[in-house]
């Protein structure tokens, strides 16, 4: 048998042993370890996203609140937005996973004991595989299904928020503009819902501007939108050409709310607020006025839901790979943990790279993969080495 044919056959036994097994019939330590990974993932998870709910949730509640919406809503904007926010963590709490429980493990003479009955480093790499597998397939869910959906019902309440005059423009005490031209002010507001001393200044019509005056006035719910009824107050209109002061007092006047807000379009549909089935499902003639956007983007977008998911299973196994690596050092395994972190630096900037350009290019939609191929390259390669590493530079037993 020559050189390369052994060399062919080892790398063949590798790959059986990384994937030619039953999943149901897992070894106990491989049981083991994938509960630890699991158990570890779920607890870096849990922090990573409160680190990033909390400083999303701190803008969105001032901004909420300032304009006058309920807890509630403040509630269901968080919730909406939870599944992007998922979706970025979960390759950073992978890799974090992974690390630790590999450290802890080594740490504790775990992997050594393993390895000194004769398992590989590839055979090791079996829980971490089934780890990365489970993350990938959660990955999947997200960016494909949960956080287009998520989106979707995100715009659409901020489209209705952003209609609500109720919350928007009736505060007490302030100076509001509704639109360009119209300022409204309202003294006070009793404890029955009654408003007292408004003041409404019209600004818009180019023949007069009217200010409207009302010691008392009530919302009440019209055919057309929100209405807002006035009592004993006055209509003064100044005509523009001549200077001319009208004034009309009334006894009751209704007043249409909506007439004073800046007329808004509705909510457009794009690439990001659209599942994957509902893509492919689509005539790729009608992406592009459908979606207000490119074939490219398209396309891009569709690789990128597939292709994104398996770096945290490559995440996973750099973490893994990096510390079998170099010798047994008292100091800990630091140099092996900031060379993995290199490593995913790397591999994002490959991913924004690739991204970049099939954006540019519908034909370059493979770069899309490079980094997650990238990244399982590495890893396999950083096994290789462990596994064939020099006498000296094998970790003491």
Known sequence: ?????FSRQGISDRVTQLFVWDLPNLSRFDRYMLSQLLAVFGFFALVLVSVYWVNRAVG???RLIGDGQSALVFVEFSLLALPKVIRLVLPIAAFGAAIYVTSRMMRESELVTMQATGSSTFRLARPVIVFGLIVTALHLVLMNVLVPRSDALLREREAQVSNDVTARYLKVGEFMHPSQGVTLF?????????????????????GSSS????????????????????????????????????????SDYSFNLLSLIEERGGVIRTVETTTTLELLQM????????????????????????????????????????LQLGAFSRFGLMRQILGA??????????????????VRNAAAWPAN?????????????????????PPWRRRAT
């Open 186 to 206: 309202i003294g006070e507001m009793s404890a029955d819902g009654q408003l007292r001393n408004v003041f409404l200044f019209d600004d818009r019509n180019a």
């Open 60 to 62: 969105l509640f001032d």
């Open 283 to 322: 005539d790729p003639t009608t992406w592009g006025p459908e979606l207000s956007t490119y074939y490219e983007t398209v396309l891009q977008e569709l690789h990128s839901r597939l292709a994104q998911p398996f770096l945290s299973a490559a995440a996973a196994m750099i973490g893994f790979a990096a």
């Open 341 to 358: 972190v290199l490593v995913l630096i790397l591999l994002q900037l490959l991913n924004t790279t690739g991204a970049s350009l099939a």
């Open 1 to 5: 048998m020559t050189r390369y044919e």
């Open 211 to 250: 200010t409207y005056t009302a010691q008392r006035a009530l919302l009440a719910s019209g055919d057309a939108g929100p209405v807002l009824l006035m009592f004993d107050g006055m209509i003064q209109s100044v005509a523009r050409a001549d200077g001319r002061l009208s004034v009309t007092r009334y």
């Open 369 to 389: 993969y490079a980094a997650p191929i990238a990244g399982f390259a590495i890893a396999m390669a950083m096994l290789h080495l462990s596994q064939y590493a």
